[in-house]
């Protein structure tokens, strides 16, 4: 997802909060070296670790969503001085589940589609998996996509869907500090399997999952209360 779509949470928190937003590798404005490159989690983490170099910055709170969450999994994991807390919003670690094999094979099918079909029907599929009502009745008819939205949605399930979702949370690391990894989850998000990840990565860590306004994304359709949950568990 670009920086973009978090402008508005951004915006929110900024009157309190120096706020740095990123495009992960190859989404939006970050450019590549090499196209044909995998973006892992742990690869994206050291990217972060990279820009608060950049920054000049010792440390930072970190806030990820969805794929973003588990980036920030990886950040704590291999730089945990960098991070002081981090909220990780509904990480997909299917990995954690019950059936995760079950889901590793539907991530390659999801993946098999796009080359097959494209990026509408491999995202479709990619939606419908994910538990949401892709076909609700009475819904407008979607128009095509932008080139953008391809460009993103070719990269994403070319290099990103499968390092992401085979990911393996380190809970030793996770848990033994000094970072504070907080787990949020939609409150509208029930019926989605991030929240199923969710609740067994909090159940792994030993805590309970904070609940943020809106569904899997809630930052989007409702910032400023989404921004006062999460200024709230930074100060906490």
Not at 139 to 153: C, F, K, N, R, T
């Amino acid at each position: 997802m670009p920086a973009a779509d978090f402008g508005p949470l951004a915006d929110a928190l900024a009157s309190d909060h120096t706020v740095v937003t990123t495009d992960p590798r190859g989404i939006a404005n970050s450019c590549l070296d090499d196209p044909r490159q995998d973006s892992t989690p742990q690869l994206r983490a050291d990217d972060i670790a990279a820009i608060l170099d950049n920054l000049d910055a010792e440390s930072a709170d970190v806030f990820g969503s969805s794929g973003g969450a588990v980036t920030g999994l990886a950040l704590v994991s291999r730089h945990p001085t960098r991070v002081r807390t981090l909220v990780a919003h509904e990480p997909p670690v299917l990995e954690l589940l019950p059936d995760a094999a079950a889901q590793r094979a539907k991530t390659e099918e999801i993946i098999a589609t796009f080359y097959s079909d494209g990026v509408p029907a491999a995202m479709a599929k990619f939606m419908a998996n994910a538990g949401f009502d892709v076909k609700p009745e009475g819904a407008p008819v979607v128009s095509e996509p932008s080139p953008d939205q391809i460009a993103h949605g070719t990269r994403f399930l070319a290099h990103e869907l499968r390092g992401t979702a085979r990911y393996v949370p380190d809970i030793a690391a996770l848990t033994r500090g000094p970072a504070k990894v907080v787990v949020g989850i939609g409150a509208a998000s029930g019926g989605l399997l991030t929240y199923r990840t969710s609740v067994a990565l909090a159940d792994q860590l030993g805590t309970s999952p904070v609940e943020f306004p809106g569904d899997h994304g809630g930052f989007i359709g409702q910032p400023a209360e989404f921004a006062q949950t999460l200024r709230a568990v930074l100060a906490g």
